[in-house]
């Protein structure tokens, strides 16, 4: 059942409520960019509705200047999370919240996890990955798998001029060399990270990128690894975003069963 949760300052977002007793974990799907609170192709509604009818209240809202939200951001997006983590608990009980969401969302769960403690899990769909010897040594291979033809243009967009606006540049990820000691706070509170990543990234081509960018912590237990070379960055086949469901949801229960 969805009803509506006003979250103050103009804000609303849409809870979706469990039938029976309610889990003590909540979920907060975040804006994917500039895309309404339901998400690429309905993602975050389907996904919200699908966490409660597994117990988990689901909350998904349109951050400032997005969608119904038509007040511009007047102070830090994680200061606005925090906000509407204090209406959700509020109304819902639950003392633990996991957030997340794709690409932008997933650097503002990560920026609020590390601001809040009332966080305990969040999944990070694309998100932050460097690595540059791994991401260049995966090309090459692709490369190596295709005709002759293709590796002269291939060369040619090697030698060209580096473009004006890269990935990091797009997206709001940690300060360079920042990221390992940033996951060893997040590790040390208990917090539960799900990184998974596509092939619709243009950043992202091995998963040896990510202990390049997280170091040693990214190994640990409390850390899962997807790579799905095979979707696109917004999942826009059906069996894609049902696959991505059932993943998050079997993340959760696995993680938060209580």
């Known amino acids: 059942m969805d009803e509506i949760l006003h979250l103050g300052r103009g804000m609303f977002g849409l809870l979706s409520q469990p039938a029976g007793v309610p889990h003590s974990t909540a979920v907060v799907v975040l804006n994917a960019g500039f895309i309404h609170r339901s998400g690429p192709f309905r993602l975050g509604t389907r996904l919200a509705r699908a966490l409660a009818a597994a117990g988990y209240p689901a909350l998904r809202f349109d951050l400032p200047g997005i969608g119904d939200t038509l007040p511009g951001a007047d102070r830090p997006l994680v200061e606005v999370v925090a906000g509407v983590l204090d209406r959700l608990q509020a109304r819902t009980g639950c003392a633990r919240v996991v957030v997340g969401g794709i690409c932008a969302a997933a650097d503002l769960g990560w920026q609020a996890a590390l601001r809040d403690a009332r966080i305990d899990g969040v999944f990070l769909l694309d998100g ?131």
């Open 128 to 258: 932050p990955a460097r690595g540059r010897f791994w991401f260049n040594l995966a090309r090459a291979r692709r490369l190596l798998r295709k005709p002759p033809a293709h590796w002269l243009a291939a060369v040619r967009r090697l030698r060209a001029p580096p473009a004006d606006v890269t990935d990091a540049q797009l997206r709001d990820w940690p300060a360079r060399g920042s990221e390992p000691a940033q996951l060893d706070r997040l590790r040390a509170r208990g917090v539960q990270l799900l990184m998974l990543f596509t092939g619709g990234t243009a950043y992202f081509l091995h998963p040896r990128q990510l202990r390049a960018t997280f170091g040693r912590g990214v190994r640990s237990e409390a850390v899962a690894i997807e790579y799905w070379p095979e979707c696109d960055h917004t999942y826009s086949l059906e069996a894609h975003r049902q696959r991505l469901i059932d993943c998050i949801g079997t993340w959760v229960a696995s993680r938060f069963p209580d």
